[in-house]
């Protein structure tokens, strides 16, 4: 791979009016409203070039482009966040930039750069430092992705790409703890599918089957394995945990699931607060068994989006099983308040995990 010296001089072209009035931080949803900037690079001739920060805007593409056809386009998700000081702090962009590499190569697409990706996210977020909410339940979400841009329709790893990074103040991706859905059916991912990998295809094939589960009064699913569907995988687009005699339990990463960031500093916390962890198999059987019980404390999707949604009921078979109320939940909430602290100064970043832009 070569990083040409283009790739660290950023070109950048500034709004002539920022759209910042459009950002109404009483009533913050998710996804809707952009900050003013974006990151753009080019990958031709086999390596990334024109490095630039412009307007957000539209992108002009020809219908024939691969990734419109075949798919190769793949993303991240990242959050900043504001401290009390008012300075901008971004949590493990490292660990994105690793995480879109492994995806690059299962997608046949070029890597990005580290110094591509970081350059690019910190000039972006210090032009647009306003857009980064402070208020409690806010954030920035970063979007990093890439695309296949070549203009050509037969299947082949396209030969030029595009990298662009932009950005979105967002207030919560659930507002209320899920009802979710055992599906026994559809299937998200195979062992030596891409369910590791955050390919768009991913996300896309499964909002058929959600769709299924909202008509029946649940928000989300949980996906099981494609071979018997018995063993838990994720849920929904996050990855899935249970606290059941006080261990906290959760599929083990694998070809069929996604190593996520979020899921990761979860159970180092736990590990680092004394808890019991367990990355294992855990079947639908042994969670409606803990469930009868009465053992099984806490389930709870986890991702960059979402952060922590804790789940109020699981569906599977015909019957509703019921969690205990989130306030008694203690696992969950503390960790939720303590990454929460984390990301905005309050609380020690033992790990290392925020990058002071
Ligand atoms: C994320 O949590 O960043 C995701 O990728 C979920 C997304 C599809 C909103």
Redesign the pocket.
């Known amino acids: 791979m070569i990083l040409t010296k283009e790739v660290v001089k950023i070109d950048v072209q500034k709004i002539t009016k920022s759209r910042i009035s459009e950002l109404d931080l009483k009533n913050l949803t998710f996804g809707h409203l952009f900050s003013d900037h974006m990151f753009v690079a080019d990958y031709r001739n086999g390596h990334w070039e024109k490095a630039s920060i412009m307007p957000y805007d539209k992108i002009p593409m020809a219908p024939s482009i691969s990734a419109l056809h075949y798919g190769q386009t793949i993303f991240e ?1 990242l959050k900043a966040y504001k401290n009390e000081a008012g300075e901008v702090l971004v949590s493990r962009p490292l660990a994105n930039v690793k995480r879109m590499n492994v995806s690059c190569e299962r997608m046949a697409m070029p890597i990005v750069p580290e110094e591509l990706f970081m350059e690019g996210l910190i000039e972006l977020l210090k032009l647009d430092k306003s857009w980064v909410p402070a208020a409690a339940g806010t954030s920035l979400y970063i979007r990093p992705f890439m695309f296949s841009a070549d203009e050509y329709i037969g299947v082949k790893p396209s030969e030029t790409y595009k990298f662009i990074i932009f950005t979105a103040p967002v207030g919560a ?1 659930y507002s209320t703890p899920l009802r979710v859905l055992v599906e026994t059916n559809y299937i998200r991912a195979v062992e030596g599918g891409i369910g590791y990998v ?1 390919a768009a295809g991913n ?1 896309g094939r499964s909002l058929f089957p959600t769709s299924l589960a909202k008509k029946r009064g649940y928000e989300q699913i949980i996906w099981t394995d494609a071979r018997n569907h018995r063993f838990i995988e994720e849920s929904g ?2 990855n899935v945990m249970f606290v059941i005699d006080d261990i906290i339990i959760t599929p083990p990463l694998g070809d069929t699931i996604l190593a996520g960031i979020t899921r990761d500093s979860v159970l180092t916390l736990a590990r680092d607060w004394g808890y019991r962890v367990q990355e294992r198999k855990i079947s639908i059987d042994e969670i409606c068994d803990a469930h009868k019980r009465g053992t099984l404390q806490e389930a709870f999707g986890t ?4 952060t922590i949604a804790h789940i109020s009921t699981i569906g599977f078979d015909g019957k509703d099983y019921d969690l205990p109320p989130v306030p008694e939940r203690i696992f969950s909430n503390r960790v939720s308040k303590e990454l929460d602290d984390i990301r905005r100064g309050k609380a020690n970043d033992k790990h290392g995990w925020m990058m002071k832009i």
């Open positions: 998700g991706y955050k996300y687009t996050m991702g960059t989006a979402a």
